[in-house]
């Protein structure tokens, strides 16, 4: 397999098969946020209070702009005419590749904000270490994002400390929550094949290389928030290889209802 270049990332000095995996593994990482995103804005005008529901809006839109400069990347890494608005709007569930966590319902407050919490972890340390990617396009929107991310994750664990130390009522919810959710944490970290040969390659960072920085935070965080961290081994996988659950189904059907009416609509 060609090793990734460290000057350039110009897509013709990419083989073909490091082509490919490039081009699944930034769908990937677009369909992450895209579905998160979508599932941040069913909150909008339902917020507990003014300012979270405006908060949640906002995190919305930064993954939806991280959204649209990975979709880029991976039509042009695909070649075959598709926009980002095709590689959004016009695949069906099984080819989307986001982990199944972020597809997960919002339930209550407890559960948006447990859910968010478990993938801001990731995701901040993630960016963070993608920022020295060999592949030029891949660090320069790690490091935007990742400004994003801190906020994201700044939060997120000051309401899972809120929550978790609040009332009788906040952290029975919380508890409840983390007992749903916890199972699909590990799926962040378990590397697919595609990520795997990535990873060898030096394109993405090894998740084992920030795996203590985010235990370390979980702990932290529960700590504060009186907390016990969930002992639960098993980790329910198969998103990041097209394998969701029927909520993913659900959510496609609203996302993609205007473009599949109206094929190439333009405002």
Request: glycine residues 6%; charged residues 20%; aromatic residues 10%.
């Amino acid at each position: 397999m060609q090793v990734a270049p460290s000057d350039t990332t110009a897509l013709s000095t990419y083989s073909p098969e490091v082509r490919q995996h490039l081009f699944h593994y930034v769908l990937q990482l677009a369909d992450t946020s895209l579905i998160l995103g979508h599932r941040l804005s069913e909150w909008c005008g339902h917020g507990p209070i003014l300012e979270q529901d405006l908060a949640m809006a906002n995190i919305a839109l930064d993954l939806l702009g991280e959204t649209r400069s990975l979709y880029q990347y991976a039509a042009e890494l695909e070649g075959k005419g598709r926009t980002e608005d095709d590689l959004a709007f016009l695949r069906v569930a099984s080819e989307y590749r986001n982990p199944l966590l972020v597809e997960q319902p919002n339930g209550d407050f407890a559960d948006t904000v447990t859910r968010q919490f478990l993938f801001d972890n990731f995701h901040f340390h993630f960016l963070q270490q993608l920022q020295t990617s060999s592949d030029e396009r891949l660090a320069a929107i790690a490091e935007k994002s990742w400004k994003e991310a801190a906020y994201h994750l700044k939060w997120s664990s000051e309401w899972i400390i809120r929550l978790g130390d609040g009332t009788d009522e906040s952290r029975q919810r919380l508890d409840k929550a983390l007992a749903n959710l916890w199972r699909y944490s590990g799926e962040l970290t378990t590397p697919t094949a595609t990520e795997q040969a990535l990873q060898a390659l030096g394109i993405i960072p090894d998740y084992k290389v920030f795996q203590d920085s985010m235990t370390a935070h979980v702990a932290k965080v529960f700590a504060e928030g009186t907390l016990s961290v969930p002992q639960e081994t098993y980790m329910q996988r198969g998103g990041k290889e097209g394998r969701h659950s029927e909520h993913l189904g659900y959510i496609l059907a609203e996302l993609q209802y205007m473009q599949r009416t109206y094929p190439g609509m333009t405002w």
